[in-house]
């Protein structure tokens, strides 16, 4: 029988975090450890590295998903490793995975097979308690809200225009819209709101941007609550919530240090969904990993319509990191989903359907390479089912859009099986290149939006309620017309329809919500039927998690 990826993760060697730390030169005085494989590694010795020469940055990021799995993760943790292996000082940088995902679709998000990050078991479930800190911190300052209302509104909040909502890391349909205060004068007054997950808050986005502790605190303060009945805006600091909530951040804002299977070291440290949030991990854990390492190792979260943008046009331009290369995952499964194939029939072979499929491969290369100018490469992540023939057309479609794929087998074989993918990611690091955003600061809101549908989408306009215009226009005279956009939609297609498969152009996008991220510093349009609060699905994973007799966890992916 094939053994689960939790069953191989189980009987990696790993080292204790120590040694794995000393390799990158932290001393024991600066670790903070959570066990013997786990460890925060402490803030004020990563400010000392500011002034060390900086690494190179590789961006990993996928065609469009599916049910299936690309194993972005896994591809990231499989090049990691092999980077290793052909004597790069590499380091990986992953997001941290959500507790809603692992109970519900995927069971998991540590890599898979022999490219995983570990303890596996650690990471996907509790880990360092970063996200409970997350969610505190979101709660208390909804707490704040309604405790400052009902005792007598000094700030004349209007509570019709409240706009912070509670969080959960769990998925939770029937919390999407909930009405609170009831029960009487004692419980506050009564008001609609709501539940997001975590992953989706404001002050995950923050989490991850921050630099330092003084930039979050003063991000923390930022965030806008609601607004008064005069329309003024009400803001985390005006409340004195700030303080508090950067104290329950505090020891979480230290990245965790783990390691692969392969002992190669990684930062797993803050999870925003790229589907409806930024999508990538902390900014202190990437570009203290770029002082720490010759090459790193990242990905943005599912297809680079949406993380890779994100990566771009939020992080980057926020930061001035900037990478290098670029990876853009592939299968033949997903090529063959996105021509039309039932999942069901994935397994068999076809090769038109295939064909047919790569216009989505296609789309994403010509975005990561001429619209934002890094160079690229196409990782097939094989699977064992995959067909010589299959393998041969994905290769030569690449090869027809001008870009290089290369078959990697780090699922089966661990960085082994990825070595001529981290020979060629050193290649392209060594091209010159230069970043591109897809839209200029200076452009409005609803011109940013728009961009990023006609140019990164393949639609051809996008529209809004008339109250939705309106909210945009406003957010443009208040000042925020700088910020960035961070779209919501599905991960599943180019457009808001999930079940557009392919690369589907002429669509038009519709901006059904706005909601302003002041602290994180970027305007979110949720687009189509998108929820911040996610669903589970009919069978979700955690039917089959479960602990043996011997305290041992098992069935998680």
Known sequence: MTPTNIEIAQQARMLPIGEIAARLGIPDDSLEPYGRHKAKVALPFLSTLRDRPQGRLVLVTAVSPTPAGEGKTTTTVGLGDALTRIGQRAMICLREPALGPVFGMKGGAAGGGYAQVVPMEDINLHFTGDFSAIAVATNLLASLIDNHIHHGNALGIDVRRITWRRVLDVNDRALRDVVVGLGGPGNGYPRESGFDIVVASEVMAIFCLATSIA????????????????????????LQAHGAMTAVLRDALAPNLVQTMENTPAFVHGGPFANIAHGCNSVIATSSALHLADIVVTEAGFGADLGAEKFVDILCRSTGLRPSAAVIVATVRAMKYHGGVDVADLATEDVAALERGTVNLVRHLDTVRETWGLPAVVAINHRAEDTDAEVAALVAATERAGAKAIVARHFAKGGSGAEELAHEVVRLCDEPSELRFTYPDEATLWEKMRTIATHVYGASDITASTAVRTQIRRLQEEGYGRFPVCVAKTQYSFSTDAKLRGAPDGHV?????????????????????????????????????????????????
């Open 215 to 238: 930039d979050l605190k003063q991000r923390l303060g930022e965030i806008v609550v609601g607004y008064t009945r005069d329309r003024a805006p009400v803001r985390a600091s005006d």
């Open 509 to 557: 996008v519709d901006i059904r919500e706005v909601r302003l991220a002041a602290g994180a510093g970027f305007v979110v349009m949720v687009c189509g039927d998108i929820m911040t609060m996610p669903g589970l699905p009919v069978t979700p994973a955690a039917h089959t998690i479960d602990v043996d007799d011997d305290g041992r966890i098992v069935g998680l992916f």
